[in-house]
């Protein structure tokens, strides 16, 4: 190669120097907007599934979920269901085919606080995946970070060797659930604990290093490094760039393609800001959890409590408009409406 390294990492792009680091996951339903960044995996949420289910481009993909739905028949909230789980798997299918690694699909957040429904809903969309002809290995199942998802993970990663993505985390004692679930990745997130922060207190404005939610990921970092787990810390909804930089050398960090577009335009040095080694060194000490210790720990911390309850309903809400969207394709026409 030629230049010197310092020249040579002059020119290279902040997303270039974070991918020596930390591997980069695209947070997007639109897979049109992954070519342009070579992400290693992709994640999606029923959020983004109904942005991008609303868009001309894939108008194809949703056709197909509401045929399927009806193919299989029953009532119309089944039929609606099936369309549902279908057209998930179609955009995580047509992600797949755009990233060598694996795609995050999340199951009804509704079902947050029903284990045996999580279990079900997701060994369908397994299933689903795998009539596709797209084996478990590329695929994790996002769930909802309560007590009764964080069970469910356990019992989808041990019995069924399915793995998990556990998200809306925002609490200390959600990940270290997590950690003890033996769950394969975590999403704790940043942006949102940033928001909480800045509505609920006299300050406004942060400095990366010093950002709430940067804060709490890096704390997690360093308490599944120094005690060995396993679980794969991915640092996710992020506000700005300087979230992102701050966390640089994190496992994993999922980042939307307009944060990973501004990442591209900058070319300034990037540092690791995460490591093992410096984890080895945290004053951190051991925690264990029971459901009882659990649910205190996390009620202690309002923030967490707030914004799980607040994800989980936006989660759904943006269901109901999916489901609402698919009904009027479905059945708008036999209705004569």
Request: with cysteine.
């Amino acid at each position: 190669m030629s230049g010197s390294p310092v020249k040579r990492q002059r020119m290279e792009n902040a997303l270039d120097q974070l991918k020596q680091v930390t591997t980069v996951v695209a947070d997007t339903g639109d897979f049109h907007a992954i070519d342009e960044y070579k992400p290693q995996d992709a994640t999606t949420n029923p959020s983004l599934i109904l942005a991008a289910a609303q868009m001309p481009a894939y108008q194809e993909l949703v056709e197909e979920a509401v045929a399927y739905g009806r193919k299989l028949g029953g009532s119309q909230e089944e039929q609606i269901t099936n369309a549902i789980d279908k057209l998930f798997v179609l955009f995580g299918a047509e992600i797949l085919k755009k990233i060598p690694g694996r795609v995050s699909t999340e199951v009804d957040a509704r079902l947050s606080f029903d284990k045996d429904a999580m279990v079900a809903r997701a060994r369908r969309l397994i299933e689903l995946y795998k009539e596709a002809g797209i084996s478990k290995e590329r695929i994790l199942i996002k769930l909802s970070s309560t007590w009764e998802g964080i069970q469910a993970g356990k019992e989808l990663e041990e019995r069924h060797g399915i793995r998990c993505n556990m998200t809306l985390l925002f609490s200390f004692a959600q990940a270290v659930a997590c950690a003890e679930a033996g769950v394969t990745l975590i999403s704790p997130f940043v942006g949102r604990i940033l928001d909480w922060h800045v509505a609920n207190t006299d300050k406004k404005s942060y400095e990366p290093q010093e950002d709430p939610g940067v804060r709490s990921v890096t704390k997690i970092y360093n308490y599944y490094k120094k005690f060995g787990y396993k679980t794969i810390v991915m640092g996710a909804s992020f506000r700005n760039t300087g979230e992102i930089k701050a966390l640089a050398g994190c496992d994993f960090l999922t980042i939307s393609p307009q944060l990973l577009g501004e990442l591209v335009k900058d070319h300034s040095k990037l540092a690791p800001a995460l490591s093992a080694k410096a984890a080895q060194a945290s004053d951190l000490e051991k925690i264990e959890l029971d459901e009882k210790a659990f649910r205190w720990l996390h009620n202690e911390d309002r923030m967490a409590v707030e914004k799980l309850s607040d994800g989980i309903r936006r989660f759904a809400a943006d269901a109901v408009k999916l489901e609402r969207m698919l009904r009027e394709r479905m059945f708008s026409a036999e209705n004569g409406k």
